[in-house]
């Protein structure tokens, strides 16, 4: 697949809610133990793709659905979920997606747990974000998404989106040294389901 630049200007605080099909293939590659937090709920998308006897929750810093908190991921100190899935915000530069990855690895290495951020499939390969990735201990999996997303809030062209985006995970009940997993999402069987 070709990837070119969006010709669509962002949105307000970078609101792009997530369909159900990316959440549910990552709960086909990955388990989280003791439920998930999304600090970047929106409308709750990615938490409603769950299981129903998941435990789950979620903030923003402006929640667009009830039963979501509202609150900067920031201002959060300690952590009391074990495993964090979000599609976070960029910001200019990708900076504020690296925040988030920051500190959701700050929050969930007391516990042991996850964090699996939903990026643009390429958000790995900046030298500046090298500690994050490639030096980071905790750093397990990247699943690229082999179908483009079409955000539930977002109006696109009939021919589509044009980004390609990955779930990239980090574990720190990883063992150090071993290999990343490279993975493909939705696998063959997921595909047909969700088609």
Do not use: C, E, H, Q
């Given at each position: 697949m070709t990837q070119t630049a969006s010709k669509y200007d962002r949105l307000d605080l970078e609101k792009y809610f997530t369909p159900a099909w990316p959440t549910e293939a990552l709960l086909s590659a990955e388990s989280f133990v003791g439920g998930i937090f999304d600090p970047a709920a929106g409308d709750g998308g990615i938490l409603n793709a769950l299981p129903a006897s998941m435990k789950r929750h979620g903030s923003d810093i402006s929640p667009d659905a009830d039963g979501i908190t509202a609150i900067d991921?920031?201002?959060?100190?300690a952590g009391s979920w074990p495993n964090i899935v979000t599609?976070?915000?960029?910001?200019?530069?990708?900076r504020l997606a690296v925040r988030f990855i920051e500190h959701a690895l700050e929050l969930t290495k007391p516990m042991g747990?996850?964090?699996?951020?939903?990026?643009?499939?390429?958000?790995?390969?900046?030298k500046t974000r090298r500690h994050i990735f490639a030096d980071h201990l905790a750093y397990a999996a990247k699943y690229v998404l082999?179908?483009?997303i079409r955000w539930t809030n977002f109006e696109q062209k009939e021919a589509g989106p044009t980004v390609n985006h990955a779930w990239l995970v980090w574990d720190w009940r990883k063992r150090a040294g071993s290999p990343v997993t490279l993975g493909y999402l939705p696998t063959p069987e997921l595909e047909q389901s969700v088609a």
């Open positions: 991921f920031f201002d959060i100190k599609n976070p915000p960029y910001g200019p530069g990708g747990g996850k964090v699996a951020m939903l990026l643009r499939v390429d958000f790995d390969s900046a082999t179908r483009r």
